[in-house]
């Protein structure tokens, strides 16, 4: 079974209201295991970042002019989620903020059943009263987010992918992402990052779409 942790940093809080999303990151899980390989870009919001939303994520106006507008993305990112389950924080925030740019464009929205929400499952599972806030749970699992300075959406996807698979018990033991979220948070420059075996090159080629790199492992199998 193939699942997409997907993220999202955006302006605000109201897509409705005018607000965008700047930066989308997803990891790909196969069997609850981490395949290695992401999905990640920042995005011109054709707008301005107010400061709160900037205080967040640090991307500024200027820094997000010279990348690409959502509809210049929608074919990978389109290719690269395919039909999978989308395992997301929150899922109506970020799915709510995907939907909005998919109807601008003239594409059908995501259906909510696609997402699986981790602050539903964290509502389930930790005591009644605990924070389910993503800081909160990874401080639960003793997941390392001192890195972390300013959120981003590749780098909260990887720790909310650890989070998801300590609640369903697919954590092996020894399993880590601190290199990918490390060198995650040191490539910011980039709006391409690429894992392979957690372990990021980031760059300025096209991100793989997700049948590619599943024939690429193939090959190598076979060879």
């Not at 992918?161 to 910011?188: D, H, K, M, W």
């Amino acid at each position: 079974m193939r699942e997409i942790v997907l993220d999202t940093e955006t302006t605000g809080f109201d897509p409705a209201g005018g607000d965008r999303i700047v930066e989308i990151g997803c990891v790909e899980l196969v069997n609850h295991v981490p395949t290695g390989l992401t999905f990640q870009r920042y995005v011109n919001p054709e707008r301005d970042v107010p400061h709160p939303a900037f205080a967040v994520h640090g991307l500024a106006r200027e820094f997000l002019a010279a990348h690409p507008v959502f509809a210049a993305i929608v074919p990978d990112f389109i290719a690269f989620i395919e039909d999978s389950p989308l395992i997301i924080h929150n899922a109506a925030f970020d799915l709510g903020f995907v939907n909005a740019e998919f109807v601008r464009l003239g594409h059908a929205p995501l259906p909510e059943s696609r997402a699986v929400d981790t602050v539903q499952i964290a509502r389930r599972k930790i005591p009644p009263g605990a924070s389910a806030s993503l800081d909160a749970l990874c401080a639960r699992f003793g997941i390392d987010t001192s890195e972390r300075t300013l959120h981003g959406a590749l780098k909260d996807a990887l720790l909310l992918a650890e989070v998801y698979l300590e609640f369903i018990g697919g954590r092996q033991p020894g399993l880590t992402f601190a290199s990918a979220r490390n060198r995650a948070s040191a490539s910011s420059g980039k709006s391409t990052v690429t894992v392979t075996n957690l372990s990021i090159r980031a760059d300025s080629s096209p991100c793989p779409s997700a049948p590619e790199h599943r024939r690429a492992h193939q090959s190598t199998d076979a060879a």
